[in-house]
Nanobody, 124 residues
């Protein structure tokens, strides 16, 4: 089993940037597909970005494509989400997720392992 801890959330003005980090422990990090999800008040949890265990593919939701970048550093057991050009609509709790099977990238139920989440608030 792998444990995930997110950091880097906070309050930022619209148009600004944040970088989220997700530190993993307790497993072989390079074996896991990794993803970021977010959930705003009153809304369903939605897929944001994913990166494959082989590091050869990345995936993004249409709402963040071109603004967010997911990356991983296997030597540090960490996955990142660089968020640029932030909008108030990006306000949500962002959670890191991991899975050994990566054929259902956009569905939260495909990920057995989750972090506690970090709050991102974008003001206008």
């Amino acid at each position: 089993q792998v444990q995930l801890v997110e950091s880097g959330g906070g309050l930022v003005q619209a148009g600004g940037s944040l970088r989220l980090s997700c530190a993993a422990s307790g497993g072989t990090f390079s074996n896991y597909n990794m993803a970021w999800f977010r959930q705003a008040p009153g809304k369903e949890r939605e897929f944001v970005a994913g990166i494959s265990r082989s590091d050869d593919n990345t995936y993004y939701s249409d709402s963040v494509k071109g603004r967010f970048t997911i990356s991983r550093d296997n030597a540090k057991n960490t996955v990142y989400l660089q968020m640029n050009s932030l909008k108030p609509e990006d306000t949500a709790i962002y959670s890191c997720a991991a899975a050994l099977v990566g054929n259902s990238w956009r569905f939260a139920r495909a990920y057995p392992y989750w972090g506690q989440g970090t709050q991102v608030t974008v003001s206008s």
